[in-house]
């Protein structure tokens, strides 16, 4: 009988180690497969988009000939559009979770307003792109403008934001709240000393994702009025613009091979500027994570 036990517990054991290795393996391949795509994607970049990358393409304006072609206009517009949605979605977003997580009470009507902030995450963007046509164009009449793209491209990343705070939020340890106000410390003080700087690493997390997803969409400032063909920087809020999501489509639009070429010149700059965002995220949220 104990020789029967033990021959099952061994083909249990092989089972297990092979489903391991198994499993173990695709996942290797999974992950081989995801870097080679990005090898090949970036090579393929590289090598078309380096014989137009210099100084006069990034200082250039668009134009009809490729040798004079720049991204001047649209990389100032995507500066300043993002000038507009950082603030506004990340004091919105984290002034949602920090309200929902330690001051709103946990009844039906949270867990609604829960349950909808999560399904606005998965909407398409386009929908907030009409969304702002609606409220910052026309409602609103801030027009075609830099004020009324950055507000719309924070809508679309807010609830992205908000689920993403209150995780990190969520993870702070109850001891240390209940140390603080042990100490004599109010609520809000415990939040600003205490829980916001501890959830600041994760907070930082999210936001620098959904800032890299807002720095890469077209369809929603199509929608509220960014143009494709822009020979001038915006001078203030108000001002029409571009952003490089936009100047990259209408390039690989047309069928010339050169403007090809400077789209995927414009590609390596946009890498590039999300490449110095998480990089600065990146030390920030590995600054705090030192502190606490």
């Known amino acids: 009988m104990a020789l029967i036990k033990k021959e099952t517990v061994r083909k249990r054991m092989g089972r297990r180690i092979a489903a391991n290795s198994t499993a173990k393996g695709i996942f290797i391949a999974a992950t081989m497969f995801a870097l080679v795509v990005l090898a090949v994607l970036l090579y393929r970049i590289g090598s078309e988009g380096m014989e137009y990358l210099s100084l006069e393409f990034i200082t250039n304006f668009a134009s009809r000939m490729p040798e004079r072609a720049g991204i001047w206009a649209a990389l100032i517009g995507t500066l300043w559009v993002m000038a507009v949605t950082a603030p506004v979605s990340f004091i919105l977003g984290v002034g949602t979770a920090i309200y929902l997580e330690e001051y709103a009470k946990k009844n039906a009507f949270t867990r609604f307003i829960q349950i909808n902030i999560s399904n606005l995450a998965g909407v398409p963007s386009i929908v907030f792109g009409l969304l702002g046509l609606t409220i910052f164009v026309r409602l609103l009449e801030l027009q075609r403008s830099v004020l009324a793209g950055g507000l719309t491209m924070a809508l ?8 993403a705070s209150q995780e990190a939020l969520r ?17 809000w003080q415990t939040i600003r000393r205490i829980v916001f700087p501890a959830a600041l690493p994760g907070i930082l997390t999210g936001t620098i994702l959904a800032l890299s997803r807002a720095i890469g969409e077209t369809a929603p400032l199509l929608v509220v009025g960014a143009l494709a063909y822009v020979a001038f920087v915006p001078e203030n809020l108000f001002s029409q613009f571009t952003v490089l999501p936009i100047q990259l489509y209408n390039w690989t639009s047309r069928p010339q091979e050169d403007f090809h070429m400077l789209a995927a010149s414009g590609i390596i700059v946009l890498l590039i500027i999300l490449l110095i965002m998480n990089s600065i995220a990146v030390y920030i949220r590995n600054k705090f994570h030192k502190r606490f």
């Open 156 to 163: 679309l990343i807010l609830p992205v934001i908000v689920v």
């Open 171 to 187: 993870t702070v340890p109850r001891d240390l709240r209940e140390a603080s106000y042990g100490m004599g410390a109010t609520k």
